[in-house]
């Protein structure tokens, strides 16, 4: 999976990096063979924005965003978010092979 970094005015320190690409390994485990995840900082004055985008082949994107005054919390929304939208997604699947096989 490929993993692409946009930082939007805000410095991002090499820690952050490996903190969320070790969250998105995390997040990408649950999914079938994701194909590439982008991960945006914006920093607007004191508050923090980061975004997360992760696409698997044949499904729409999954978009999920934290906020806060500092990224790692941010970070930690966002994660938060986007498991919660997968927890979803599988759940939606599994109901749709069980209407199918039945």
């Known amino acids: 999976m490929d993993i692409i970094f946009h930082a939007h005015h805000a410095v991002i320190s090499d820690g952050m990096q490996r903190r969320a ?4 390994r995390r997040l990408a485990e649950r999914l079938r063979k994701p194909v590439d995840a982008v991960v945006r900082f914006e920093q607007d004055g004191s508050m923090r924005r980061l975004e ?3 696409r698997a082949p044949r499904r729409r994107p999954l ?3 934290g906020f806060s005054r500092s990224f790692g919390p941010a970070l930690a929304e966002a994660a938060a978010r986007m498991e919660s939208q997968i927890r979803r997604r599988k759940r939606t699947i599994g109901r749709a092979r069980r209407r199918v096989r039945s």
């Open 21 to 24: 690409e070790r969250v998105l």
């Open 63 to 65: 978009v999920a965003e």
């Open 52 to 54: 997360i985008v992760l």
